[in-house]
């Protein structure tokens, strides 16, 4: 069975002391990796006071189940608009959603009772639902966890790779255009996410100047590696630990941010030119505030 519903994740609830501050402001964004992006934003989050953003605002990346590969730049927006419609649900479309699968196993009182409060029901009895809410891939508890924001100033975003050996140019206008006409924030990694990542860690005009066609091309050079990727996890020293956000790339942001504006920075100048506007995320999370006691 292919799942229908794609949000989800194992750790919802964060408590370090950043967290316990309740941002009025959250941006939400859905991403093409499963993984490095993920760990890159988390740790954006986690270290927001470090890096002088002020805890009212906050990144949230719609995390998906480990097996969904579904990453193409469609998929990527129909996560998000997944979230949308989920924010628009109230308890009585939950459970009509959630009735409909399990008509024959479990009564509208049951599903209704475990929406109320679950602990009313027997722990023996809730764990097997629970079960069965994972086969289709229903993950209710990050669910309502998201369901919590529901704040105007809230902001959809998605980032996608140009990755020119699977994304068509076509394709990619087709995203951006869809994005500007429903509202959402369109960030866009040239050749991918890991030539943001590179700014971090290298200076791109004085070590890859003679080599931007080969970023572009972004070639793949062995089972794990493309040329770009190849390049990061050498100098991130990635392993088993992963990017390791605090050490590598917290301290080397503003780097990044520097480098990021030599390259394309528009969208549309994103499909044919390498570059990475996730700058104006990083600025702009930095901004948040400033503005109002100005």
Same mark, same amino acid.
């Given at each position: 069975?292919? #799942?229908r519903y794609r949000l989800t994740s194992t750790v919802y609830e964060r408590e370090d002391e950043a967290q316990k501050i309740f941002p009025e402001k959250r941006i939400f964004l859905s991403v093409e990796g499963n993984a490095t992006e993920k760990e890159y934003f988390v740790g954006v &989050?986690? #270290?927001? %006071?470090?890096m002088g953003i002020n805890a009212e605002v906050d990144v949230e990346v719609l995390r998906r189940g480990k097996k969904d590969t579904n990453s193409a730049p469609q998929q990527v927006i129909e996560l998000l608009e997944e979230y949308i419609r989920l924010r628009e649900q109230n308890e009585d479309d939950i459970l009509e959603e959630i009735s409909e699968h399990f008509k024959e196993?479990?009564?509208?009182?049951?599903?209704?009772?475990?929406?109320e409060d679950s602990k009313q029901i027997p722990k023996k009895q809730r764990n097997l639902f629970i079960t069965e809410l994972k086969k289709i891939g229903y993950d209710i508890n990050y669910r309502k966890y998201l369901r919590k924001y529901n704040k105007d100033l809230d902001e959809f975003a998605v980032l996608i790779d140009r990755d020119m050996q699977t994304h068509s140019e076509e394709n990619m206008r087709e995203c951006i255009k869809h994005c500007k006409d429903n509202g959402y924030k369109c960030y866009i990694a040239n050749p991918c996410f890991e030539f943001w990542l590179l700014m971090h860690l290298a200076d791109i005009d004085r070590e890859f *100047? $003679?080599?931007? =066609?080969?970023?572009? =091309? #972004?070639?793949k050079i062995s089972e794990h590696h493309t040329f770009v990727s190849k390049e990061v996890s050498e100098r991130g020293h990635h392993g088993k630990s992963g990017i390791r956000f605090a050490e590598?790339?917290?301290?080397?942001? &503003?780097k990044a941010i520097d480098q990021g504006k030599k390259f394309a920075s528009s969208e %549309? %100048?994103?499909v044919d $030119?390498? *570059?990475?506007n996730l700058?104006?995320?990083? =600025? =702009?999370?930095?901004?948040?505030g400033k503005d109002k006691g100005a």
């Open positions: 069975m292919i #799942n &989050s986690k #270290n927001r %006071e470090k196993q479990y009564d509208v009182e049951f599903i209704k009772k475990y929406l *100047g $003679n080599q931007l =066609e080969k970023i572009k =091309e #972004n070639p590598q790339y917290m301290p080397k942001i &503003s %549309e %100048e994103l $030119n390498i *570059g990475c700058w104006k995320l990083m =600025e =702009e999370l930095k901004q948040y």
